[in-house]
């Protein structure tokens, strides 16, 4: 959505089930610093870089099932922070970080690491976001 040429983005919620709670709250919280709300014990929402998301304990009739792939757009500086801690806590990439273009208006990153519970995080920066949500075809 764009109001007056800027992209205005509200916040998504993503919801998922995890084996071991204390592990997705230990790397999502304390690992990477993302903020708790509500915490009822069996679920915990947590803000994931200004997006909610909600992570359910297994139990019976609620099956934890792996996410393919979810991340945050982040601005570059905060991307460089992201991949340094990860890097200082030893947090193996599934995909090493990877910059395209760089120097240049298209310049672009991305890495794609696994969660505790084994779900894929990608996190990804673009110098001009704008482009990468604006049909070239319109």
């Given at each position: 959505m764009f109001e007056?040429?800027?992209l205005a983005i509200?916040?998504?919620h993503l919801s998922f089930v995890v084996p071991d709670l204390k592990k997705a709250r230990e790397f999502y919280v304390n690992l990477l610093g993302c903020a708790v709300g509500r915490d009822t014990g069996e679920w915990i929402d947590v803000i994931f870089y200004g997006h909610q998301i909600t992570i359910h304990q297994e139990r019976d009739g609620i099956v934890a099932?792996?996410?393919d792939h979810f991340g945050p757009l982040l601005e570059k500086e905060q991307w460089?922070?992201?991949l340094a801690?990860?890097?200082a806590n030893s947090i193996p990439f599934v995909l090493e970080p990877l910059v395209k273009g760089e120097n240049s208006e298209n310049e672009a990153g991305?890495?794609?690491v696994k969660d505790p519970e084994g779900n894929l995080l990608e996190f990804k920066y673009y110098?001009?976001?704008a482009d990468t949500v604006v049909s070239k075809n319109t």
């Amino acid at each position: 959505m764009f109001e007056r040429g800027e992209l205005a983005i509200k916040p998504f919620h993503l919801s998922f089930v995890v084996p071991d709670l204390k592990k997705a709250r230990e790397f999502y919280v304390n690992l990477l610093g993302c903020a708790v709300g509500r915490d009822t014990g069996e679920w915990i929402d947590v803000i994931f870089y200004g997006h909610q998301i909600t992570i359910h304990q297994e139990r019976d009739g609620i099956v934890a099932k792996p996410i393919d792939h979810f991340g945050p757009l982040l601005e570059k500086e905060q991307w460089g922070e992201v991949l340094a801690l990860l890097k200082a806590n030893s947090i193996p990439f599934v995909l090493e970080p990877l910059v395209k273009g760089e120097n240049s208006e298209n310049e672009a990153g991305k890495f794609v690491v696994k969660d505790p519970e084994g779900n894929l995080l990608e996190f990804k920066y673009y110098n001009n976001f704008a482009d990468t949500v604006v049909s070239k075809n319109t």
